[in-house]
C-alpha cells in the first residue's frame, strides 16, 4: 500500500469511527448549516431499506394495468380501479405511492395522470416485459444469503435461462428459447436506439449479429442502413423465429439467418462488422473465452467487432448497472458484469486488435468496446 493509500484509509476508518458517533450524528442533526447533510445521508439510507418496497410498488401498477388505465387520459380513483379489477380504497392506496414515487401524479382532488416515469413505461411494452421478468428474480432474492452462501443455487432464473448451462445449446427446443427470446426482443428498443446513437452502421456494408436473436438489433439497423446488408447467427431453435420476425419488417430480401453454437460452429464470414449485443455478459470467462476464439477463427483478417452489453464503469449508470447485474448474473448461475477493461483484456487474448472504448448516451443500457480482427 502507498503512503497516499494509507492515508486515505486511515481517513476513512477515522470518518467512520466518526459518523458512527450516535453524539456527533445528533450534532450534525441540530446545526443548522449541516442539517441538511444529516438529513440526505438519512434520505439515502432509506432508500437503500426501503428500495424493495419501492420495486413492488412498480410492479403492481404494471401488473394491475394503472399505466394502461391513465394511458393519455386523466381519470378518477374509482376509473382506474375498476379498469384494474382493484377496490377503490385499496386503489387509492397504490396510486397515492405511485405519486410518490414520481410515477403517477394527482392534478386534481380524484383525477390522476401519469407522471415522466409512467409515460415512459407506458409507451414501452418491453419495459413492462422486463418488470414483470423481475417476479423470478426476486423470488431468487428472497433469500439472498442463501444465494451467495449456494455454491451452485437452484434458482428460477437459472431454469429460465437454460441456454446458459446446456451442455448442448444446439438441442434445445424452440419451448425453451421462445420466451427469452421474445423477451429479449420486446426490451431492446432503448438499448438498439443507445447504441445506433453513438456509432453509425451505415459505413458497412454487411452487419453481422451472432446472438442475434429474434433480431431486433438487426430490425432497427435495417431501418436506419438501407443499404446495409444484414446477418443473423443464432441458435437453430431461434433462428425460424428470427426470420419471422425480419420478415415482419420486410427485410427478407436483406437478410441470412445462420443457425449454431457460436461458442465451436464455424460462423460465417459475410459481414464487415460483427456484433455481439448483450452476449458475452451471460456467460463465465471460461465460455467467454470459447466465444471469442471461435469467433477469431471464422471471421477474415480486418473485419470490425462490437461487444456492447452494460459495464461497470465510474458513472453513475455503470455504478448501477454494474450492482444490479452482478447480482442477477449470480441468480442465473452464469456471467458477470464485466468492466470495459476486462472486455479488452479477452478480446486481445483470443487475438484481436486494437481494442477500444466507445460511450454511449445511456452507460446504464451498454457501453460499447470494439476491436478489430
Known amino acids: 500500500m502507498t503512503s497516499l493509500n494509507a492515508l486515505r484509509v486511515r481517513y476513512r476508518l477515522w470518518r467512520n469511527r466518526l459518523i458512527g458517533s450516535a453524539t456527533f450524528r445528533s450534532k450534525i442533526a441540530r446545526f443548522p448549516g449541516t442539517r441538511w447533510i444529516a438529513q440526505k445521508k438519512s434520505n439515502d439510507l432509506f432508500k437503500l431499506i426501503n428500495g424493495f418496497v419501492f420495486s413492488q410498488v412498480l410492479s ?14 386523466v381519470a378518477s380513483t374509482e376509473a382506474v380501479a375498476k379498469g384494474c379489477g382493484l377496490e377503490p380504497g385499496r386503489m387509492q392506496l397504490l396510486l397515492e405511492q405511485a405519486e410518490r414515487l414520481q410515477l403517477v401524479k394527482k392534478v386534481e382532488r380524484d383525477r ?30 428472497a433469500d439472498p444469503t442463501a444465494l451467495l452462501q449456494a455454491p451452485a443455487p437452484d434458482t428460477e432464473l437459472k431454469k429460465y435461462w437454460a441456454y446458459a448451462h446446456a451442455q448442448d445449446p444446439a438441442d434445445i427446443g424452440t419451448d425453451i428459447t421462445q420466451p427469452y427470446s421474445e423477451l429479449m426482443r420486446s426490451s431492446q428498443n432503448m438499448l438498439a436506439d443507445c447504441i445506433l446513437a453513438a456509432h453509425d452502421f451505415s459505413q458497412y456494408s454487411a452487419v453481422q449479429d451472432v446472438g442475434g436473436g429474434e433480431g431486433a438489433f438487426l430490425a432497427a439497423i435495417g431501418k436506419v442502413c438501407p443499404d446495409t446488408r444484414l446477418h443473423l447467427f443464432d441458435l437453430p431453435s431461434v433462428t425460424d423465429l428470427a426470420q419471422k420476425h425480419l ?24 459481414a464487415d462488422c460483427v456484433t455481439l449485443v448483450r452476449i458475452l455478459c451471460d456467460h463465465d470467462d471460461a465460455r467467454v473465452e470459447q466465444i471469442l476464439a471461435n469467433l477469431h477463427r471464422s471471421l477474415k483478417p480486418g473485419t470490425k467487432v462490437m461487444i456492447a452489453e452494460a459495464m ?62
Open 60 to 73: 403492481s401498477c404494471v401488473s394491475l394495468g394503472v399505466f394502461e388505465q391513465l394511458k393519455n387520459t
Open 112 to 141: 390522476w395522470v401519469m407522471d415522466d416515469a409512467g409515460a415512459v413505461i407506458a409507451a414501452d411494452p418491453g419495459l413492462q416485459a422486463m418488470i414483470r421478468h423481475h417476479a423470478l428474480f426476486y423470488r431468487d432474492l
Open 247 to 270: 420478415a415482419e419488417n420486410r427485410l427478407t430480401n436483406r437478410t441470412e439467418v445462420h443457425g449454431g453454437d457460436f461458442s465451436r460452429d464455424l460462423i460465417p464470414d459475410k
Open 312 to 373: 461497470a464503469g465510474n458513472s453513475e449508470g455503470a455504478q448501477l448497472a454494474a450492482v444490479y447485474f452482478s447480482l442477477y448474473f449470480l441468480a442465473m448461475g452464469s456471467g458477470r458484469c464485466r468492466s470495459d477493461a476486462d472486455i479488452k483484456d479477452l478480446l486481445l487474448a483470443a487475438g484481436f486488435k486494437s481494442a477500444h472504448t466507445k460511450t454511449t448516451p445511456n452507460p446504464l443500457l451498454a457501453t460499447l468496446v470494439f476491436a478489430q480482427r
